[in-house]
């Protein structure tokens, strides 16, 4: 088998292992697109940044509220 086979064959096996494991094809757009944002190149990185950002500060956010009003509960 040449070289250019076994590239493609690599590559229909990567493809196929990337519809069977989403997961894995999420994380592999997700090191992506941070790789993309650590250039700083692409007019997205500012989106990129922003869509981080809110990831991490919506769900603590949602953690406080929750428990300031369990508190309030209780108290």
Avoid: N
């Amino acid at each position: 088998m040449g070289d250019v086979q076994r590239e493609q064959a690599a590559d229909v096996q990567r493809h196929e292992s990337l519809v069977r494991h989403p997961i894995r094809g999420i994380a592999h757009e997700a090191v992506r697109v941070r790789e993309i944002a650590d250039q700083g190149e692409s007019p997205a990185t500012p989106a990129i940044v922003a869509g981080a950002v809110l990831a991490v500060v919506v769900p603590l956010a949602a953690i406080i509220i929750f428990l300031a009003y369990g508190s309030a509960h209780f108290a």
